[in-house]
Structure formats: structure tokens, C-alpha cells
């Protein structure tokens, strides 16, 4: 299997390791406790890593320094979303929005122009995930403040995937020096800020969730190299719409273990998502 048909395949595990992270971390009591020790994770296994790995290309940085701070808007903004809202309406939202503002930047800015079929399925698999989100209704008034930072982190989505599919194609080490420098770089801030925040007490917080988040981490680490290989490989656009599936397994963990309802709208929302994949597919021969 050549590397550009490898990557809906490497896309979609990516997308199911997402998923059973973020089910990792949304079922903890402290989300912020898990969060520290997720980037812990990552930080210590990066650490490793660029340690067999060359230093990325001085045209790298630029890119690195940049999605690093995208990264940890992200994280504080998907913080802000599950502390305001539901997680089942605000994890979709903020993944939701990413394929569309990836496929019009790839398709003006970077001149990555898609074929219809591709066109097609990212429109299907973005209208799927729009349905996923609002399948229990739209939100309320009381509710746009988390809106809000769903949307944004979706906008952090969209901004770190056009920053890196575009750094690691500079960088000679190829995905996995440049996602080791990025989240040894990325990794500390939040865990300093939550020190900040928190004090000594967070050591005590820690605790309870220590495996779950260190597992989180990992996972974490895993998928988004999986994501940057593919992005080295494949259409922006279509890597950001295959990506979000993880919303699809994340609902079918949730059916399954957590015993959350699914319902007919999200059965259907589902199904677009579903036959989104397939076209793509059909996309490339």
C-alpha cells in the first residue's frame, strides 16, 4: 500500500485513538487534572524522541513555534467548552467546524484544489457532523457562551492542521521529529499554568486520574503523529474531514459503554458521515 492510499486508513485510526481519549478524559472529574497529566505524557515520551531525531529544518520553526500556541488555545478552549457545556453537543460543535474552514484555506490559500468527489465528501461528512451536533436541538441562550468556545476551538482545529501540514512538509525528520518537537514544546505551558492556578494542591489532584491521563497522553501523542504523517501525504482537506469521525466513535463509545442515548437523528447523522468517508474513498483509487 503506497503511502497516499495508506492515508484514509491511518486517518480513521487516528480518529478512534481521538475518540477513546477524549471518552478518557471526559469521564474524569477533574478534566484539567487529566489534561496536566496528558501533556506530562506527551512531554516525557516527546523528550525521547528528539533525541533520535535530527532538529527540524531552520523553515520548520516558524511553524512549530506557531502551532504550539494554536495548540494551547485549543486546549484551554476545549476546556471552557466542557466546563460550560455538554459534552455531547460541544465535542461535536468543536470538531464539526474544522473541515469546512480547512477545505476553503487549503483550496484559496495554499492552492490545494480539490476534485468534485473530494469537494462532495467533505461537504457530506461536514453536514454529517453538523447533524451530530445539533441532533438534540439547537442551543439556547444560556448556552452561546459555551457555544462560543466550541466554535472557537474548532477554529484552533482548522488553524493548527493548515500550520502543520504545512511545517511538516519542511521538515526532514519527517512527522515524527516534527510532532516530537512540537509537543515538547507545547507540552509543559499548560501543566505550568495549572501550577499557577492551582499550587501545591494540584499534586494532590493528580492522583486519582494518574493512569487515565498518562493513557490519555499517549494515545494523544499516537493519534496526532498518525494525522501528521497522513498530512504529509495526502489532501489537507480530506486528512481534516477524515479526522472527524473520531465524533462518530466517540458516540458509538458512548452508546456502548457509557450507555448514552443515540437516537434517530444521530443514526442518521451518522450515515452521512459514513457515506462522506466512502466517497472519499472512491476519491482515490
Known amino acids: 500500500m503506497t503511502g497516499a492510499a495508506a492515508v484514509p486508513v491511518v486517518v480513521l485510526a487516528a480518529a478512534l485513538l481521538h475518540a477513546v481519549w477524549n471518552a478518557l478524559a471526559h469521564k474524569a472529574d477533574d478534566r484539567l487534572a487529566v489534561f496536566v497529566l496528558m501533556n506530562l505524557a506527551t ?44 459534552f455531547g ?71 493548527y492542521t493548515l500550520v502543520d501540514g504545512s511545517g511538516v512538509r519542511q521538515s526532514p525528520s519527517g512527522a515524527v521529529g516534527y510532532v516530537a518537537w512540537l509537543f515538547l514544546c507545547q507540552g509543559p505551558v499548560l501543566p505550568l499554568l495549572a501550577w499557577a492556578l492551582r499550587g501545591r494542591s494540584l499534586t494532590a489532584r493528580l492522583r486519582p486520574v494518574l493512569w487515565r491521563g498518562l493513557a490519555g497522553g499517549v494515545l494523544s501523542l499516537l493519534a496526532y503523529g498518525l494525522v501528521v504523517w497522513a498530512q504529509a501525504h495526502g489532501s489537507l482537506a480530506t486528512v481534516a474531514a477524515l479526522r472527524e469521525t473520531s465524533i462518530v466513535f466517540a458516540a458509538l463509545i458512548g452508546l456502548v459503554l457509557f450507555r448514552e442515548p443515540f437516537g434517530r437523528r ?3 447523522a451518522g450515515a452521512l458521515v459514513v457515506t462522506g468517508i466512502a466517497v472519499l474513498e472512491l476519491a482515490h483509487p
Open 43 to 86: 512531554t516525557g515520551c516527546a523528550a525521547v524522541v528528539v533525541c533520535l531525531t535530527p532538529l527540524p529544518d531552520p523553515r520548520a520553526w516558524p511553524y512549530l513555534a506557531a502551532s504550539a500556541v494554536l495548540q494551547v488555545a485549543y486546549q484551554a478552549l476545549l476546556l471552557q467548552a466542557y466546563r460550560l457545556g455538554d
Open 89 to 159: 453537543q460541544m465535542y461535536p460543535i468543536a470538531r464539526g467546524t474544522s473541515p469546512l474552514l480547512v477545505a476553503l484555506v487549503s483550496a484559496t490559500a495554499l492552492g490545494q484544489r480539490l476534485s468534485a468527489p473530494e469537494t462532495l465528501g467533505v461537504l457530506v461528512i461536514s453536514l454529517g457532523l453538523v447533524g451530530l451536533a445539533l441532533a438534540d436541538g439547537l442551543p439556547g441562550r444560556a448556552q452561546l457562551p459555551a457555544l462560543a468556545a466550541a466554535l472557537g476551538t474548532g477554529v484552533m482545529i482548522a488553524s
Open 266 to 268: 444521530r443514526v442518521t
